[in-house]
């Protein structure tokens, strides 16, 4: 079964730029959809970025358009979310996730609709 593995969060300082990875082990990891998600303390978990299983389609939430870019790469079965100009607001930690469904036609944009998760990693922007 697909095993998903977050690094690369941090302390970032307003502004800047941070591009944690997520890296998939013992599962066709080219064959799934993947999704980024966040929660803040106090908030709902929300979608920030998700990619198809060929890395043909993105979505991203309206405040992250434009800031965020989320590339894969199947060969090193490991997909990468892309932060810039990194706000105050952007303070989360910050999941990856795997579709419950292989080849998915459409890029799953809801929390309901991923099975696998990683255990996540903090970001963290402050001056």
């Known amino acids: 079964q697909l095993r998903l593995v977050e690094s690369g969060g941090g302390l970032v300082q307003p502004g800047g730029p941070l591009s944690p990875s997520c890296a998939a082990f013992?599962?066709?990891?080219?064959?799934?959809?993947m999704g980024w998600f966040r929660q803040a303390p106090g908030k709902e978990r929300e979608l920030v970025a998700a990619?198809?299983?060929?890395?043909?389609?993105?979505r991203y939430a309206d405040s992250m358009t434009g800031r965020f870019t989320t590339p894969r790469d199947n060969v090193k079965n490991t997909v990468y979310l892309q932060m810039n100009s990194l706000k105050t607001e952007d303070t989360a930690v910050y999941y990856c996730?795997?579709?419950?469904?292989?080849?998915?036609?459409?890029?799953?944009?809801?929390?309901?609709?991923?099975?696998?998760w990683g255990q996540g990693t903090q970001v963290t922007v402050s001056s």
């Open positions: 996730a795997a579709d419950r469904a292989m080849y998915a036609i459409v890029v799953a944009t809801t929390a309901n609709k991923y099975a696998l």
């Open positions: 013992g599962g066709t990891f080219s064959s799934y959809g």
């Open positions: 990619i198809s299983w060929s890395g043909r389609s993105t």
